[in-house]
C-alpha cells in the first residue's frame, strides 16, 4: 500500500495508504518507531447502513487526495456508489504538539432518510514490536468524557472522537457511543474490527498482548445531509501529557489547532512561496508539495530521512526510514537555495555529532543519530582491510556545508563548523586519495560495488575545492593550499583516467586491481557535471551526454535508469532497468545549463505527469505502464523535483 499522504511535525509522522487509512505511524522520532509496522497492520474505518457494511478498503469505494492550498494537510475523499455514501477525511498532525487528528464528514448521498453507522478502528505494535504485551483500556471520565488508551510502559497514545452539532445558536459535541477493545494476531484473533460488521460493539473494556480497538457512533442522516466527526490520537512518552494533549483537542481545541497548524505552515513557506511565484503555473504547486514532502521527512534532530514508507518492507528486510549522508546532500541543497537556515544548521549539528574521530561518515544513520545497519563489509576477502563506506556521503556532506556558507556569508557558520566538520573531513579526504590521485576503492553511491567511480571522485573534487575556499576565508593558508593542490592533482587524474574514448562516456569506476568498468552509469555523467570534475565546456562532457541518451534510448521514452542492466526491483527480464525520477531530472538539469529550456520542460513534464494528485513521487517508475515501484514518496525524488525547478528559475533570471 503505497502512501498517497504523508503528514509530519518532525516528531509524528503518519502515512495513510491509498484508503486514506493510516498504515505508517512513526513516534516519537520521525522515521523511527513505526507502531503500524507491516502490510496488515494498519486502521480500518467502516460504515453499516442497514444491513451493509463496507470498510473503505473493500474495493467499493472511489478515491481522491490531495493537500490543503500550501499546508501539510491533506483532503480525502471515499464515494462508495453502492451505498450512496461519501466520506470526506480532512486530516494533519499537530504543528506544536504531537496529536494526529482528522476531521470526517459523512454524508448521504440518497434521496431519502438514513439510519448509518461509523466504526474507526486503530492498532498498535508499539515500539515497532509484535508478541509483546501492548495494553488497551477504555476511559470514562467523571465528566461523561470517553477515550480510549494504548500503550506500553511511558508510551501512550489517546484516541477520542465527537461528532460536531452546529446550529446558528451554538455548536456542541458529543462523544463515541460504541467501543470495544481486544487482541488481534494472537490466539486465533483477527482483531477486533470483525466485532464491528454486525453493527454492536461488543463493549469489552481491557485487553493486553497484541491489541486493537474499535469505537463506533450511531447517527440518522436526511436526504444529502452531512455529519461532522473530529477524532483524534494523542501520542506522548507520558501518560500524563497524553492526557493533557487528549483535552487540548476536545471540542472547539480541534478547529482552533486545525487553523494554528495551517498558518504554521504558510509562515514556514514564505519564502518558498516567493520563489515559486517566478515559475510557471503548472509547476507551482507540485513544487510546493515536493518542498513540504522534504520537510515532513526532516527528524527534529536534523537528519532528513530517505522515506518513511514501509511498503518495501513487503519485497525486501529492511525500509528506507534512514538518513544516508548521501540522500541528505540532496535533501538540503535545495532547502539552502531557497534560504531556510534552520533546517541545514541542524543538519550540521546532526553530522558534527555523528562524525567518527577519522573523521569520515559511516554508511547510514537513525534519525536519532545512531548507527544504522549496513551491508558494507570491512574486507573484501582474505586478509584485505577497508572503511566500510561511501568516500561520496562524507564529502557531499563538506560540499554542502560550503554552500550553505556562501548563501548566507555568516562567520558563526565557520566558527561553528570549520574546526570540528570542515578540516576533519578535508584532511580525511586527501588521504583517502591512492597513489593515482583518484578516491581509494570504496562502496559506489548505488550501494552495490566497491571500486573508486567517476561519480564519488566528482563530490571528492569538489568538496576539497570548496574546502579551500572556506580556509582561505579564515586565513588558514596551509589549509587552503594542502586542499586546493589535492583537488587539482584528482581533477587531473580523472581527466586522464576516466574518460573511456571507446564508448565516449566516462567509466564507471576502476576496481582494486586497477581494471576500468566501462558500464554505463548515469551517475557518471551527472557527477562529472554537476560538481565540475570536467568543465562545461569540454567536449567530452558533451559527447557522453549523447553517449547516455542513445545508449537509454531517452529520445523515445524520457525516463533513464540508474545504470545498464540493474536489477533492484526489475520485475520483467523485457526490460533492462527500471526508471528513476532522479536520473531523469539529472538530464533536465543538463538541458538547462545548455539552455535547451524546451527539451527541459518536456522531461520536468514527463516526471510531473508521474506524480500522484498530492505530489508524491517513487523512487522508480515500471518501464511497463510507468507506475511507482519501491517507496512512495522518496525524499531525494522530491528534492530533485525541487532542483530542477530552481535551475529552471536561475537560468531565466540569469538570462532577462
Not at 177 to 196: C, P, R, Y
Not at 326 to 333: E, M, S
Not at 506 to 519: A, E, I, M, Q
Request: hydrophobic share 40%; with cysteine; glycine share 6%.
Amino acid at each position: 500500500m503505497a502512501k498517497t499522504v504523508i503528514l509530519s511535525n518532525g516528531n509524528l509522522n503518519i502515512g495513510l495508504n491509498e484508503f486514506g487509512l493510516v498504515s505508517d505511524f512513526y513516534f516519537p522520532d520521525n522515521g523511527y518507531e513505526n507502531h503500524t509496522l507491516g502490510r496488515d497492520l494498519f486502521h480500518h474505518v467502516g460504515v453499516k447502513i442497514g444491513n451493509e457494511f463496507s470498510w473503505l478498503h473493500s474495493g467499493d469505494w472511489r478515491f481522491s487526495a490531495e493537500y490543503l492550498e500550501n499546508a501539510l494537510i491533506s483532503k480525502t475523499t471515499a464515494k462508495n456508489h453502492n451505498l450512496q455514501i461519501q466520506i470526506e477525511f480532512t486530516d494533519f498532525v499537530v504543528s506544536n504538539f504531537d496529536v494526529f487528528a482528522r476531521k470526517i464528514k459523512v454524508k448521504n448521498l440518497a434521496n431519502y432518510p438514513r439510519e448509518v453507522q461509523l466504526f474507526l478502528h486503530q492498532n498498535f505494535a508499539i515500539n515497532s514490536s509484535f508478541h509483546l504485551a501492548d495494553t488497551v483500556q477504555f476511559l470514562p471520565f467523571e465528566n461523561g468524557e470517553k477515550a480510549i488508551l494504548h500503550y506500553r510502559g511511558k508510551r501512550a497514545f489517546i484516541i477520542a472522537a465527537q461528532r460536531v452539532f452546529k446550529n446558528s445558536q451554538q455548536t456542541a459535541f458529543e462523544d463515541f457511543n460504541q467501543h470495544t477493545v481486544g487482541l488481534f494476531g494472537i490466539e486465533n484473533k483477527l482483531g477486533s474490527w470483525v466485532d464491528a460488521e454486525d453493527g454492536i460493539l461488543s463493549g469489552s473494556n481491557v485487553e493486553h498482548g497484541q491489541t486493537d480497538s474499535v469505537i463506533g457512533f450511531d447517527f440518522s442522516l436526511g436526504v444529502f445531509e452531512s455529519a461532522v466527526f473530529q477524532y483524534s490520537i494523542s501520542c506522548a512518552d507520558s501518560h500524563e501529557l497524553a492526557r493533557t494533549n487528549f483535552q487540548k483537542m476536545r471540542n472547539f481545541g480541534f478547529s482552533k489547532f486545525l487553523t494554528e497548524t495551517q498558518k504554521s505552515w504558510q509562515k514556514w513557506l514564505s519564502p518558498a512561496l516567493r520563489v515559486a511565484k517566478k515559475l510557471e503555473p503548472k509547476y507551482q504547486k507540485s513544487f510546493i508539495q515536493s518542498l513540504m514532502l522534504v520537510k515532513s521527512h526532516l527528524a527534529k534532530t536534523g537528519a532528513p530521512i530517505a522515506s518513511n514508507d514501509s511498503e518495501m518492507l513487503n519485497h525486501a528486510r529492511d525500509d528506507y526510514s534512514y538518513c544516508w549522508p548521501r540522500d541528505a546532500l540532496f535533501a538540503i541543497w535545495p532547502l539552502i537555495r531557497l534560504g531556510y537556515r534552520e533546517e541545514p544548521q541542524k543538519f550540521f549539528e546532526f553530522c558534527k555529532k555523528s562524525l567518527t574521530s577519522g573523521g569520515f561518515m559511516m554508511h547510514k544513520y537513525l534519525p536519532n543519530g545512531e548507527l544504522g545497519p549496513s551491508w558494507h563489509p570491512y574486507s573484501q576477502g582474505g586478509d584485505s582491510r577497508n572503511l566500510p563506506i561511501q568516500i561520496d556521503e562524507t564529502a557531499g556532506i563538506l560540499f554542502l556545508l560550503a554552500q550553505y556558507y556562501k548563501k548566507f556569508r555568516e562567520d558563526s557558520i565557520l566558527v561553528e563548523f570549520y574546526d570540528d566538520l570542515v578540516k576533519p573531513i578535508a584532511d580525511f579526504l586527501v588521504d583517502f586519495c591512492d597513489e593515482n590521485n583518484l578516491p581509494k576503492p570504496n562502496y559506489e553511491l548505488w550501494e552495490m560495488d566497491f571500486l573508486s567511480t567517476t561519480y564519488s571522485t566528482s563530490v571528492v573534487f569538489a568538496a576539497l575545492f570548496a574546502a579551500s575556499n572556506l580556509a582561505q576565508i579564515t586565513n588558514r593558508a596551509h589549509d587552503a593550499k594542502k586542499w586546493r593542490e589535492k583537488a587539482f592533482e584528482i581533477r587531473t587524474a580523472a581527466q586522464k583516467e576516466l574518460f573511456n574514448p571507446e564508448t565516449n562516456y566516462f567509466y564507471r569506476g576502476v576496481w582494486p586491481g586497477g581494471n576500468k568498468d566501462s558500464k554505463i552509469d548515469s551517475s557518471s555523467f551527472y557527477g562529472a557535471f554537476m560538481f565540475n570534475l570536467f568543465d562545461f565546456k569540454n567536449e567530452k562532457l558533451h559527447s557522453a551526454f549523447e553517449t547516455l541518451e542513445n545508449r537509454f534510448d531517452a529520445h523515445q521514452q524520457i525516463g533513464l535508469p540508474r545504470f545498464e542492466n540493474d536489477v533492484y526491483y526489475r520485475f520483467s527480464d523485457d526490460y533492462e532497468a527500471n526508471i528513476w525520477p532522479i536520473t531523469t531530472l539529472w538530464r533536465a538539469e543538463f538541458y538547462i545549463a545548455r539552455g535547451d529550456i524546451l527539451k527541459a520542460k518536456e522531461i520536468i513534464d514527463w516526471v510531473l505527469a508521474r506524480q500522484i494528485s498530492t505530489g508524491i513521487l517513487p523512487e522508480q517508475i515500471d518501464p511497463r505502464d510507468l507506475k511507482h515501484l519501491s517507496v512512495a514518496p522518496l525524499t531525494w525524488s522530491q528534492a530533485e523535483y525541487i532542483s530542477a525547478l530552481l535551475d529552471l528559475i536561475a537560468f531565466v533570471e540569469e538570462k532577462a
